[in-house]
T-cell receptor
Framework: EAQVTQNPRYLITVTGKKLTVTCSQN?????MSWYRQDPGLGLRQIYY???????DKGDVPEGYKVSRKEKRNFPLILESPSPNQTSLYFC??????????????FGPGTRLTVL | KQEVTQIPAALSVPEGENLVLNCSFT??????LQWFRQDPGKGLTSLLL?????REQTSGRLNASLDKSSGRSTLYIAASQPGDSATYLC??????????FGTGTQLKVEL
């Protein structure tokens, strides 16, 4: 089954404790992206990647890091989480490099709470 | 900076009604537009994609159109069903690799 998976689905942590949210897709997609969703603000893009070792900032990259060492994986790293990073996070992938010209497939989301 | 407004923010209709959801962009230079559905506790599911050379797309009871001159899109749902209850999001692109999302319309279809 074609899908985007994220782990963990739920995470409660404390300020300053480094964490990684994993994202994996089994569709051999070129493009992957991370979004956060907050009430009243909609989805905002954090980082995206057009291919292995190629990443770029989205609208809200501060406080986040990403890496794309393999085509199928695109982890999101919070080196020192803060309470304002409490949010619902989504990973997405798309078959084309120009992601907006093709359907985006979303993972189920990771709900992160930073105390 | 591109901003996307979706109207209404919430909508409750009886089963069987035809309905229209609206989406407008502050920058009318929209290259591609997608409509998504989001169910509670789940990710987004793509419904329709209108690419640069198109003006509308249809899938089953859903029809989406894009007026590039005004930067407005509508999603038409025919003969609504309780299973259509969800949040509907539109997202547009100016041609690059960035999608800008609206905040969504929460739809409830009642029996």
């Amino acid at each position: 089954e074609a899908q985007v998976t994220q782990n963990p689905r739920y995470l409660i942590t404390v300020t300053g404790k480094k964490l990684t949210v994993t994202c994996s897709q089994n569709m051999n997609h070129e493009y992957m992206s991370w979004y956060r969703q907050d009430p009243g603000l909609g989805l905002r893009q954090i980082y995206y990647s057009m291919n292995v070792e190629v990443t770029d900032k989205g609208d809200v990259p501060e406080g986040y890091k990403v890496s794309r060492k393999e085509k199928r994986n695109f982890p999101l790293i919070l080196e020192s989480p803060s309470p304002n990073q409490t949010s619902l996070y989504f990973c997405a992938s798309s078959s084309r490099i120009l992601a907006t010209a093709d359907t985006q497939y979303f993972g189920p989301g990771t709900r992160l709470t930073v105390l | 900076k591109q901003e996307v407004t979706q109207i209404p923010a919430a909508l409750s209709v009886p089963e069987g009604e035809n309905l229209v959801l609206n989406c407008s962009f502050t920058d009318s230079a929209i290259y591609n537009l997608q409509w998504f559905r989001q169910d509670p506790g789940k990710g987004l599911t793509s419904l329709l994609l209108i690419q640069s050379s198109q003006r509308e797309q249809t899938s089953g009871r859903l029809n989406a159109s894009l007026d590039k001159s005004s930067g407005r899109s509508t999603l038409y749902i025919a003969a609504s069903q309780p299973g259509d209850s969800a949040t509907y999001l539109c997202a547009g692109s100016g041609g690059g690799n960035k999608l800008t999302f609206g905040t969504g319309t929460q739809l409830k279809v009642e029996l």
